[in-house]
């Protein structure tokens, strides 16, 4: 089957690290962008973070950058969001999504709240 699944999601305290991993079955990314989406309460959903092919070239939204990072193991069908520094607007579940030939195919997504 194929599809990606988020994991690594919970509650951490302000100031909090995370490492969200995204792992796909039935299909390799090695071909793909690979994206991290989030979307907050009442909000609409956001891109993150991206990533091209090979891992040599990134992208972050202002919000997160020099807080995030996001990487790649293409062997290991996986792609990771590093998040440090969390503030309660962090909170939202975060989605994978790998933009693939036949179209975006996302994960379901994993919950990250940020509170003390």
């Known amino acids: 089957q194929v599809q990606l699944v988020e994991s690594g999601g919970g509650l951490v305290q302000p100031g909090g690290s995370l490492r969200l991993s995204c792992a796909a079955s039935g299909f390799s990314i090695s071909s793909y962008t690979m994206n991290w989406y989030r979307q907050a309460p009442g909000k609409g959903r956001e891109l993150v973070a991206r990533?091209?092919?090979?891992?040599?070239?990134?992208y972050y939204v202002d919000s997160v950058a020099g807080r995030f990072s996001i990487s790649r193991d293409n062997a290991k069908k996986a792609v990771y969001l590093q998040i440090n520094s969390l503030t309660p607007e962090d909170t939202a579940v975060y989605y994978c999504?790998?933009?693939?030939?036949?179209?975006?195919?996302w994960g379901q997504g994993t919950q990250v709240t940020v509170s003390s």
């Open positions: 999504k790998a933009d693939t030939w036949g179209g975006p195919l």
């Open positions: 990533i091209n092919t090979n891992g040599g070239s990134t």
